[in-house]
């Protein structure tokens, strides 16, 4: 997601593919019969007898993979699978407490077989746009400023990502060295970054 769609908290419609229940069999595959093999009981049983011993070794029937039965006639439409592929669209509610990388788990909008539906995690890369980026959380914005503006006090115009311009006023005690010998102006002004109370940046937009 972009910085601009997060800033304003808007709510993004977002594509998912994701296996759902065929309701053509139930998710059951088809009609069934009981498994040969293990009669039913999903799983088999092998003896080793021995000079003064014998061991029972249980381990699952391969045949129906341990569940007892085995599918007589496939479904058409999922082909024994008991699932189909579709792609949905789902609802999300952007947030500025989200940070990239963030698991935002959405209850039961995830694969749906017979046992139920599980849970759709969405993850969040932000995109850096124009001369805003963030960083730790807080927002960045970046400008080529002439140094005499800086020393004689002057101010600068930002357009925020929601549209609303603020003033910040040209500070020289803001100026600090680079390693290469450059010069940087830093100033931070608050409520205008994201809401986020975990940090100390909590509401600032680093200039």
């Avoid at 058409?76 to 699932?83: F, M, R, S, V």
């Avoid at 549209?163 to 600090?176: E, H, L, P, Q």
Wanted: hydrophobic share 30%.
């Amino acid at each position: 997601m972009c910085i601009r769609d997060r800033y304003n908290e808007v709510e993004k419609a977002i594509e998912v593919p994701r296996r759902t229940l065929c309701k053509t069999c139930g998710g059951e595959g088809g009609t069934k019969k009981t498994c040969a093999v293990c009669s039913g009981t999903g799983s088999l049983t092998r003896e080793i007898k021995g000079p003064n011993f014998l061991q029972k070794i249980t381990s699952t029937c391969t045949n129906c993979i341990g569940s007892g039965s085995i599918i007589k006639d496939k479904c058409k439409l999922c082909n024994g699978t008991g699932e189909l592929w579709k792609r949905e669209k789902v609802k999300l509610k952007l947030s500025q407490k989200m940070i990239e990388y963030d698991g935002i788990n959405m209850e039961g909008l995830g694969d749906e077989n017979k046992h139920g539906k599980s849970d759709l995690i969405v993850t969040i890369d932000i995109v850096q746009e124009g001369k805003f980026k963030v960083e730790n959380r807080a927002l960045f914005y970046s400008e080529d400023i002439k140094i005499e503006d800086i020393l004689t006090g002057g101010k600068h115009e930002i357009e925020l990502p929601n549209g609303k311009k603020i003033i910040a006023d040209y500070d020289k005690s803001c100026i600090s060295e680079t390693k290469d010998g450059g010069k940087i102006f830093k100033k931070m002004l608050g409520n205008y970054g994201f809401n986020n109370a975990e940090l100390f940046w909590t509401g600032k937009i680093i200039i």
